[in-house]
């Protein structure tokens, strides 16, 4: 990638990790970074603006937006599509700006194929409980919807790999450090790979047994 450009920042995680709060904060504290809004076919949840978090968009929209090849990727998830806007990451890229996007594993890996020098990062919970935990507290999923959630974070656990850095939320401040030391220096990436991609299968179980105890 050309130094003057910004850097593609792709993070990725459980549902309920945290992204959300760590992305707003490092954008808070730094400046030179810009967040990716992507189009979803999701439903709004409170406190939700159209533009801010999502452009909310109708499935007609979506496709053809697909078909007029107006995402960088684009996924479904939870029964629903979300896509990345290609304009509006390549015209920040181009600014000098870091842009970042929240997205899921499969999006994930169509971007790695497309910018193979993107800062691929997984964001991993502590624990598993305290991504139930924070599933349920956030009080905007039914039981069956959180479900459907653990249900792909179990699955996604097995993609970790596919990223460049693995990074555990459990300290907002020292989240939004490390992701910001691995921007400065993405040599520093590898460390982090290997310091936390043994936790993964530990939780990963966690998860399969709660989902039995939730099923039962
Ligand atoms: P939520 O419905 O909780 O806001 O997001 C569900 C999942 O969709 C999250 O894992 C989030 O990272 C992912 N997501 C959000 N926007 C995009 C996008 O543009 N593309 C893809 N592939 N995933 C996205």
Redesign the pocket.
């Known amino acids: 990638m050309n130094e003057t450009k910004g850097k593609l920042i792709v993070i990725?995680?459980f549902?309920g990790v945290g992204?959300g709060t760590v992305i707003r904060r490092l954008m808070e504290k730094y400046d030179g970074f810009a967040f990716s809004v992507?189009?979803?076919t999701?439903y709004r949840r409170e406190g939700e603006t159209d533009g801010v978090?999502?452009f909310f968009m109708t499935k007609e929209e979506f496709e053809a937006g697909i078909a007029a090849g107006r995402f960088l990727?684009?996924?479904r998830?939870?029964d629903?599509y979300?896509?990345?806007p290609a304009d509006y990451v390549f015209g920040k890229l181009e600014q000098g700006i870091h842009i970042i996007?929240?997205?899921?594993v499969?999006?994930?890996l169509q971007v790695r194929d497309k910018c193979p020098e993107a800062l691929m990062i997984f964001l991993i919970p502590p624990d598993a409980q305290t991504l139930v935990n924070r599933l349920t507290g956030r009080g905007s999923e039914t039981e069956e919807q959180i479900t459907m959630r653990l249900t792909q974070a179990v699955r996604e656990a097995d993609t970790a790999p596919e990223y460049k850095a693995i990074i555990v939320n459990d300290d907002l401040e020292r989240t939004v450090e490390e992701i910001y030391s691995l921007v400065q220096n993405p040599e520093g990436m590898k460390k982090f790979y290997d310091a936390n991609a043994g936790k993964i299968s530990g939780i990963k179980q966690d998860l399969m047994e709660i989902l039995r105890t939730r099923e039962a």
């Open positions: 990725s995680g549902s992204k992507s189009g979803t999701r978090e999502y990727e684009y996924a998830y939870s629903n979300y896509g990345t996007l929240d997205i899921e499969q999006g994930a």
